[in-house]
């Protein structure tokens, strides 16, 4: 069975008791104090793909240092990325500052409340418009979140692969005929916290569910089994290697330019190529990149770092130029050892900066 029918109908859906639940349930986490459209469309940008935990702190330094969409707006790229630095998918933040402009100089800094405005602002997707637009102005639109997914992928006994774009259309469209119109933002959360607490990816705690006396996988014994997903090759290992290049007591940083960790500053260097060894790898893209030589010292250090596709092994060495260091551009500097600690860098440049820092 791959469609997405409810298993009874739409009467019986257990709906007042999912509420019940998400008033007794509900965890105190910081964006839910107040919902206003900003704080709401801040936390909801930070939790895509990162766990709750992780983001608390992130938001709220953020929003003490960013608390309207002005404020956010005005930022400039060091400050933006240092905020955001350790969360990963910097493009969420870009896009979130590029929106923030947008309704500074479109609407006057206030969120518009128009679902159709506000899908068209950088980075708003089906998924944040629908939460943002529910939870700060209870527009009746589903959120659906892989939380939402797998919950209804169990409560209805779906097997269709729950990660598929027609699958998430199902579920959209099923939630969107049984979504209450007083409490839209309620719901939405409601299911996004049942699974994160109880209908969870292992061991699910169908004895605590709201929705266990209708949910069909309970019903038939495929909570374990329940939802499909599909199988992903292991990601690929890329191997980096990249120079600590010193001048007169300074060391050499780079701006990432747009695309992957764009805005982020890291040591200059790149990916090995067949047969290359590290320190060749060093000296041909500081050529070709910085038209820099220079002369390639002991390694330093090596780390590894996983991001959601591949995974690095970035090596460390230190080097020193061989002709005449490149001038400091808007995507170039020279800095203190003092310094670099206070840049946003990528997740293995601030693994490997205590063993840099430590032998230079």
């Not at 003092?338 to 840049?343: G, M, T």
Request: overall charge positive; some cysteine.
């Amino acid at each position: 069975m791959n469609t997405l029918r409810p298993v009874i109908p739409k009467r019986r859906f257990p709906l007042q008791e999912l509420l019940a639940w998400w008033d007794r349930c509900r965890r105190p986490l910081p964006w839910r104090n107040e919902r206003s459209a900003w704080r709401t469309w801040v936390s909801e940008v930070m939790l895509q793909q990162t766990r709750v935990e992780t983001v608390i702190p992130y938001f709220l330094r953020f929003l003490d240092r960013f608390p309207t969409p002005l404020s956010l707006s005005k930022a400039d790229s060091d400050s933006l990325m240092k905020a955001w630095e350790g969360l990963g998918y910097y493009q969420r933040v870009r896009n979130l500052q590029r929106a923030a402009v947008q309704v500074v100089e479109q609407h006057g800094g206030m969120v518009p409340d128009d679902p159709r405005i506000f899908n068209t602002l950088p980075g708003a997707g089906p998924y944040i418009a629908a939460a943002v637009m529910s939870i700060a102005f209870k527009h009746p639109l589903p959120a659906v979140d892989g939380n939402v997914l797998r919950v209804i992928a169990r409560y209805c006994g779906s097997q269709a692969v729950i990660r598929q774009t027609a699958q998430r259309d199902r579920v959209r469209r099923m939630l969107s005929r049984i979504i209450p119109r007083e409490r839209p933002g309620d719901f939405n959360v409601a299911l996004m916290e049942l699974g994160a607490l109880v209908c969870t990816p292992c061991s699910p705690a169908c004895g605590a569910c709201p929705l266990a006396s209708t949910c069909r996988a309970r019903h038939f014994g495929l909570t374990g089994q329940l939802p499909v997903r599909a199988r992903r090759p292991a990601p690929p290992e890329i191997n980096v290697a990249v120079a600590v290049v010193t001048h007169r007591e300074k060391i050499l940083v780079r701006r990432r330019p747009e695309g992957h960790l764009g805005g982020l500053w890291e040591f200059p260097g790149g990916r090995l190529v067949a047969d290359e060894t590290p320190e060749a790898a060093i000296r041909r893209t500081c050529l070709t990149e910085l038209d820099m030589k220079i002369e390639v010292g002991e390694a330093l250090t090596t780390v590894h770092h996983a991001y959601t596709h591949f995974r690095i092994r970035m090596q460390v060495f230190r080097a020193t130029c061989r002709s005449r260091p490149p001038a400091e551009a808007i995507n170039l500097r020279w800095i203190t050892t003092a310094k670099l600690e206070s840049l946003p860098l990528p997740g293995a440049n601030r693994k490997a900066l205590p063993a840099i820092l430590e032998r230079l």
